[in-house]
């Protein structure tokens, strides 16, 4: 089956993905309102780092999608996944959300099990390594996801979703 995910290894830096677990590690970490069982980052130090990785996606959703528009991010947050987190199946543009176009993770650590971001109409599957990204368009009811649940580790991500910059 054809479809628009993207994955791209060595996305970012083992120092950068270094610098984002430190950070996650020493900041004030908050259960996210969408699922509770994973702990975000919100705290000062995480918007440049975001904002500077997320300045690598925009090219990437030009070239490899074609989308024309400038794209904005509209939220991302460096994430903890602990042993025993999930998410659910669900889509990135539900209620609230409807503007979200794109979608993108990228791992920070992968001395963890389970934890495979799975997208079961596509049948694909990914358990990435440290410093890798998927991206996938999320508007609409496409691309359903879940993550399976953390064995054992931590899982350290940064996800984010643009929208369209108008």
């Avoid at 400038?70 to 996944?81: F, G, N, P, R, S």
């Avoid at 920070?108 to 997208?119: A, E, K, N, Y």
Wanted: with cysteine; charged share 25%.
């Amino acid at each position: 089956m054809t479809h628009r995910i993207k994955t791209y290894e060595n996305f970012v830096s083992e120092e950068e993905c270094q610098y984002a677990i430190n950070l996650i590690n020493n900041g004030k970490l908050e259960k996210y309102i969408h699922n509770p069982e994973i702990k975000i980052l919100k705290s000062a130090g995480a918007e440049e780092f975001v904002s500077m990785i997320s300045n690598r996606i925009k090219p990437i959703i030009k070239e490899e999608y074609g989308y024309i528009p400038d794209v904005k991010l509209t939220e991302a947050y460096l994430t903890l996944w602990e042993s025993g987190s999930k998410s659910g199946l669900h889509i990135d543009s539900h209620e609230g959300y409807e503007d979200i176009i794109f979608s993108f993770v990228i791992y920070l650590s992968s001395d963890f099990t389970g934890g495979q971001i799975i997208f079961p109409s596509q049948q694909f599957e990914l358990y990435p390594d440290s410093g890798s990204m998927v991206i996938f368009p999320s508007g609409g009811r496409e691309y359903p996801h879940r993550v399976e649940e953390i064995r054992s580790g931590k899982r350290y991500t940064l996800a984010g979703w643009f929208v369209q910059n108008v």
